[in-house]
């Protein structure tokens, strides 16, 4: 019986090298240096999810800027030069992010089959211009308005102590889910199911097949019946209308097909929003009080207070003009930055890369685009925390004497034409918690237990704190 094991073992291992050799061969000519581990199927995926950066940059200092790794079934082609980088964003046709977003989201989001890859373009032209443009101001105030009322209740005129990402965690889903999808959806039972959903994306999105993801289907199962309305609420933003009447079709014979079509747009709008959210305020409580000072002034300069109100009138274009609070998000988003943009290949090409070597990339090839966030020749100092820094970014030349063009070159929303349309939104309503923190409230931090990054979400999303809590107490000023 061992015996037909450990042999059935070995023929499958060989069949898969074989495989490998083949793959690798075939268009061996300029092919990027291909590492696929020993464990089959499972590749490299050990090393790569403990750390995905660390090993990257690990097998850069082997293969240099550009190699592919083999990791759970999938070949992942990983781009290290941020000037490639760019290149790749600006050549959309090229490399495309849609033909994988749709992929991703008919597998990892357990989206209607229907819905082919033109529906999904449609889709992201309406996110485009609503999120971005139509829906921008409505979605703004709204959350201002939301955020008013959580905060600023007569409890909170008694300190209360809270740990400070599930507070906030607690918050950004609240005001997120609230302002977009309307006021009457179950926040609580979203907040609670949200997690255990949240943490097998990896596994969603992974080339496993379905039978070995039962759980994590079922944990989105779970989420997505929050979202399964046969009409969107009457106070819904535009965004959610349109996108329920252009996929009303597609859903009538799927269950929870609607749940699982705006289930994957409250995931979008909250897994990155809300530690981002986390590490933006963790850091502006840890500000020299002169530099708060000077944020604090900025803010009741520049926007418009009506008589007896503690939170400013706002719309997108007057949070645009803090410039100093900008900076500082900008660089904790930098700093803290963990994602990764992904790519397809849409043709046969022979890549003249930034180093001037040619690589062959094959049609389908997946490419992830590394992070330049941590490069000394873009940014001074990457390793130390430095809040001004965007506000003088763009004015000074880069090392190699070409003129800085520094915003390009921060990635924490992607890049080219499918560059995150939620950005905008996702930064108004960090600075509107920002402002009323700042305005309204006393805050003392309790205990900081110097969270780090949670590593192994790297590439994935804007990696929650691991490993120490942060507990703060906060009361309305008196
Ligand atoms: C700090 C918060 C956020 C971060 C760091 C973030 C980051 C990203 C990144 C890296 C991408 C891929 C872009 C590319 O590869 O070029 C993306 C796409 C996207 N994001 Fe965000 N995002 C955030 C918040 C939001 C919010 C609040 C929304 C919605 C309200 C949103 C909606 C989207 C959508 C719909 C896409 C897909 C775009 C497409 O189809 O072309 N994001 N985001």
Redo the contacts with the bound molecule.
């Keep these: 019986m061992l015996y037909e094991f450990i042999a059935s073992v070995a023929v499958v291992y060989l069949f898969l090298m074989v495989y490998f050799n083949k793959i690798h061969k075939k268009f061996e000519k300029n092919r990027p240096p291909l590492i696929t581990g020993y464990i089959p199927f499972i590749g490299v995926a050990l090393q790569f999810g403990k750390d995905p950066k660390a090993y990257q940059d690990h097998l850069r200092t082997i293969y240099g800027d550009v190699f592919t790794i083999y990791v759970m079934g999938q070949f992942i082609t990983v781009i290290k030069s941020p000037h490639d980088v760019q290149k790749i964003?600006t050549q959309p046709k090229k490399f495309d992010?849609?033909a994988i977003?749709h992929k991703h989201a008919l597998n990892t989001f357990g989206l209607p089959r229907t819905i082919t890859p033109d529906h999904a373009h449609d889709?992201?032209t309406l996110?485009?211009r609503n999120?971005q443009n139509l829906d921008l101001d409505y979605l703004t105030t709204r959350a201002r308005d939301r955020l008013e009322e959580m905060l600023l209740t007569p409890k909170n005129k008694e300190w209360q102590q809270v740990n400070m990402h599930n507070w906030i965690s607690y918050i950004i889903v609240s005001v997120?889910t609230r302002s977009?999808f309307g006021d009457n959806l179950p926040i609580d039972q979203i907040y609670k199911d949200y997690f255990p959903f949240d943490e097998q994306f990896q596994i969603l999105a992974s080339g496993l097949p379905p039978s070995l993801k039962k759980d994590a289907i079922e944990k989105r199962r779970k989420f997505a019946r929050h979202f399964e309305q046969s009409n969107p609420n009457e106070d819904a933003c535009d965004l959610i209308k349109l996108r329920h009447e252009g996929l009303t079709e597609h859903c009538q014979d799927v269950p929870l097909g609607m749940g699982h079509c705006m289930g994957v747009?409250s995931w979008?709008?909250?897994t990155?929003?809300l530690n981002?959210t986390f590490w933006c305020m963790y850091y502006l409580l840890q500000l020299p009080k002169d530099v708060t000072q000077l944020i604090v002034d900025e803010i009741k300069s520049e926007l418009v207070f009506s008589e007896g109100s503690v939170l400013p009138e706002i719309t997108h274009e007057s949070l645009n003009k803090l410039e100093k609070l900008d900076s500082l998000f900008d660089e904790v988003?930098r700093f803290t930055f963990s994602?990764m943009?992904?790519r397809v290949v849409t043709q046969p090409i022979d890549y003249k890369s930034s180093s001037g070597k040619v690589y062959h990339f094959e049609q389908n090839d997946f490419l992830m685009l590394s992070n330049s966030h941590y490069d000394p020749d873009l940014f001074e100092e990457p390793n130390k925390f430095k809040w001004d820094r965007f506000l003088t970014m763009n004015k000074e030349p880069l090392k190699d004497g070409k003129p800085a063009k520094l915003g390009s070159f921060f990635?924490?929303?992607?890049?080219?034409v499918?560059?995150?349309?939620?950005?905008f939104?996702?930064?108004n309503?960090?600075k509107i918690f920002a402002i009323a923190l700042l305005l309204a409230f006393d805050i003392d931090v309790v205990k900081d237990g110097k969270p780090s990054m949670d590593k192994s979400r790297w590439c994935f999303q804007?990696a929650p704190p691991l490993n120490g809590d942060v507990i703060i107490k906060y009361r309305l000023k008196k």
Excluded: D, W
Excluded at 418 to 423: A, D, E, N
């Design positions: 964003y992010f849609h977003s889709q992201h996110m485009v999120l997120t977009m747009i979008v709008a909250m990155n929003t981002a988003l994602t943009s992904t990635m924490t929303f992607g890049g080219g499918s560059k995150c349309p939620g950005r939104f996702a930064k309503e960090m804007t």
